[in-house]
Every structure is written in structure tokens, then in C-alpha cells.
T-cell receptor, first 108, second 114 residues
Framework: GQSLEQPSEVTAVEGAIVQINCTYQTSGFYGLSWYQQHDGGAPTFLSYNGLDGLEETGRFSSFLSRSDSYGYLLLQELQMKDSASYFCAVAGFQKLVFGTGTRLLVSP | SAVISQKPSRDICQRGTSLTIQCQVDSQVTMMFWYRQQPGQSLTLIATANQGSEATYESGFVIDKFPISRPNLTFSTLTVSNMSPEDSSIYLC???????????FGPGTRLTVT
């Protein structure tokens, strides 16, 4: 089977840095993606790691270690608008399997 | 990026009835995906819809309950049949941009079954 585990909730203050971890067990692994979803909205793509290492996109970075079946999303200079749910997702053959999701609450 | 629209955006239905959800994409895509997301939960893949062939269903989902049509490369429908309150959920369609390893989602259809 496939499973992706994330912390259920993370809290932080504006301007801080937060890391959301994702551990996975899956077959047919091609890469790890991250999606953001605001309440009532559709998921939107944040980043993709096909190879080990760090990918940086503005305030967001994502890391993958295939040998550890582990990745994380790093959010810097947190803003109130970053309050949302964040999902890791394993890209397998012709489909995407989503993790359990992490609700991020950013306070002033 | 792909722009996806869904109809209806929401509906309230009685148990035992069926609802067909439409998904329209602004470009031609090979595969379209249907997901279900229950309140406060993650996204669960229902099936993958390929044009010209039968949909591929994930474990726990069957064609009799969730028939899918894919008449062309820009359109798909998902029917939720013989609904029960347990089918209350958000249903999302999605397409993938292989060149960018990104998946795009429609705005979702919020279904409530009473």
C-alpha cells in the first residue's frame, strides 16, 4: 500500500520559519510534490522534487531524501495569508497520491 | 497552466438519487483525474479518466457507483449514483502538466446528501 504521513497541525507567528515534514511509503515513486489549499479553495501547486536535495521558490523551499523516504516544505518569512492546509503528494506512475495534510495557523 | 471549470459548484441532493458533475478544461489533456475530499480530510483519488478508454478506478471505488465519461480531450463527467449521506463531500477534477510536473485542480463541487 501507499501512505504519506504529515503532522496534523503546525502553528507559528508572522515572520517566522516553519518546516512541514512528510514521510512516505510507496511504490513507483517518481517525485514528491507540495500543494497548498486555503479553506474553500482548490489545491494549488507549490513545488516538486524529482531528485534529492533542495528546491527553492521564493519564500518556499522543498527538500527530498529518497533514501530516507522523507521530504519537507520550508516556509520562510511567514505571512498571515500562508494560513492554509499543506499536502505532500507522491507522484507515481500516472497518478498522484496525497498525504494526510498539515493545517498551518499563522498568528500575528 | 490549465484552467478548469466544474458544474455544478454545489448541490444538495436526496438519498437514492444521482448527480452528474461536469469538468471542462481549456486545453486538450490526455488524462483527467477525479478526487474526493471529505471535510477536513485529504484528497482521495477516485479514478483516472482517459479519452477513448474506460476509466481506471482506485481501490474502494467502483464503476457502478461512480461512472465516468470522457468523450473528448477537454471534457469529463463523474456521476455519483444512488447517493447516501456518506457521499457528502467535495469532488474535484484535475489534470496534469507533465512538462512541469504540476497538477491543476478545478474549483470543486460541494455535494450534500440529505
Amino acid at each position: 500500500g501507499q501512505s504519506l504521513e504529515q503532522p496534523s497541525e503546525v502553528t507559528a507567528v508572522e515572520g517566522a520559519i516553519v518546516q512541514i515534514n512528510c514521510t512516505y511509503q510507496t511504490s513507483g515513486f517518481y517525485g514528491l510534490s507540495w500543494y497548498q489549499q486555503h479553506d474553500g479553495g482548490a489545491p494549488t501547486f507549490l513545488s516538486y522534487n524529482g531528485l534529492d536535495g533542495l528546491e527553492e521558490t521564493g519564500r518556499f523551499s522543498s527538500f527530498l531524501s529518497r533514501s530516507d523516504s522523507y521530504g519537507y516544505l520550508l516556509l520562510q518569512e511567514l505571512q498571515m495569508k500562508d494560513s492554509a492546509s499543506y499536502f505532500c503528494a507522491v507522484a507515481g506512475f500516472q497518478k498522484l497520491v496525497f498525504g494526510t495534510g498539515t493545517r498551518l495557523l499563522v498568528s500575528p | 497552466s490549465a484552467v478548469i471549470s466544474q458544474k455544478p459548484s454545489r448541490d444538495i441532493c436526496q438519498r437514492g438519487t444521482s448527480l452528474t458533475i461536469q469538468c471542462q478544461v481549456d486545453s486538450q489533456v490526455t488524462m483527467m483525474f477525479w478526487y474526493r475530499q471529505q471535510p477536513g480530510q485529504s484528497l482521495t483519488l477516485i479514478a483516472t479518466a482517459n479519452q477513448g478508454s474506460e476509466a481506471t478506478y482506485e481501490s474502494g471505488f467502483v464503476i457502478d457507483k461512480f461512472p465516468i465519461s470522457r468523450p473528448n480531450l477537454t471534457f469529463s463527467t463523474l456521476t455519483v449514483s444512488n447517493m447516501s449521506p456518506e457521499d457528502s463531500s467535495i469532488y474535484l477534477c484535475s489534470v496534469v502538466d507533465r512538462g512541469r510536473d504540476e497538477q491543476y485542480f478545478g474549483p470543486g463541487t460541494r455535494l450534500t446528501v440529505t
